[in-house]
C-alpha cells in the first residue's frame, strides 16, 4: 500500500471536514468525527458529483447540499438514502501528518 501524506491535524479539526489533493490530482475528503477519529472518503457525492465539501457537517453526519443526501461519516454509510455510501481511503496518523492510501478505491456512484 502506498500511502502519502495528503495534510496535517492543524488543517482541519474535530468537528470539521476539508478536502485535500493527492499527487494525482485525487480529491479527499478528510473529516475529524467528534471524538477526534480521522476518517477519508471520496470527494463527491456519489448521487451527481457535487463536492460534498460543500454540505453540512455536524461532527458526526454529513449532509449533501444539492439534494440533503446524508451519510454516517464514522463509517461512510447512507443514512438517506440508505443504499448509498462513500468509498474509504485507508488513512494513517504518524504524530500529526495525515497519510492516505487510494491505490485500488474507486469511488461509489449511486445507480441512476
Known amino acids: 500500500m502506498a500511502f502519502e501524506k495528503i495534510c496535517t491535524l ?13 499527487s494525482d490530482k485525487t480529491e479527499v475528503l478528510v473529516t475529524v468525527i467528534d471524538g477526534g477519529d480521522v476518517k477519508a472518503y471520496q470527494a463527491m457525492c456519489p448521487h451527481q458529483d457535487i463536492p460534498l465539501v460543500e454540505g453540512e457537517f455536524d461532527g458526526k453526519q454529513l449532509t449533501c ?8 461519516c464514522t463509517n461512510g454509510k447512507g ?6 455510501k462513500l468509498s474509504e ?8 501528518d495525515v497519510f492516505v492510501n487510494i491505490e485500488g478505491i474507486t469511488p461509489f456512484v449511486a445507480p441512476t
Open 65 to 72: 447540499r444539492a439534494h440533503l443526501w446524508q451519510f454516517d
Open 79 to 84: 443514512i438517506n438514502p440508505e443504499d448509498s
Open 89 to 96: 481511503y485507508p488513512i494513517k496518523l504518524e504524530g500529526d
Open 10 to 22: 492543524d488543517d482541519v479539526w474535530e468537528g470539521e471536514m476539508e478536502v485535500f489533493e493527492t
